[in-house]
């Protein structure tokens, strides 16, 4: 999950950091300021709501993280999620 969240980043300039380990990640979304804007905040509120997997953290709201065990998910909800 890690190499496809980062290749996301490459086209998307609101993905500011992808970090993890396997398919525990989090994603931060920010300005290319490195600050947390509403926007992202607001997209981040989103997609949490969608599914037990998907988290908001971090101090402003910013990050998506998941928390789909390898077991739990396969490459094709990976892909279809992402």
């Known amino acids: ?8 980043a490459e086209t998307y300039p609101l993905i500011s950091a992808v ?3 396997a398919r525990w990640s989090r994603v931060e979304l920010c300005s ?3 600050e947390p804007t509403r926007p992202a ?4 509120r989103r997609l ?7 988290l908001s ?9 998941s928390l789909a065990a ?4 396969g490459d ?3 892909d279809e999620g992402l």
Do not use: E, F, I, W
């Open 70 to 73: 390898p077991r739990q998910s």
């Open 48 to 54: 949490s709501t969608g599914g037990p997997a998907l």
């Open 41 to 44: 905040v607001c997209a981040v």
């Open 76 to 78: 094709t909800m990976l």
């Open 32 to 34: 290319s300021t490195l």
């Open 57 to 65: 953290a971090g101090t402003y709201g910013n990050v998506l993280r």
């Open 19 to 21: 970090r993890g380990r």
């Open 1 to 8: 999950m890690l190499p496809r969240c980062a290749k996301l």
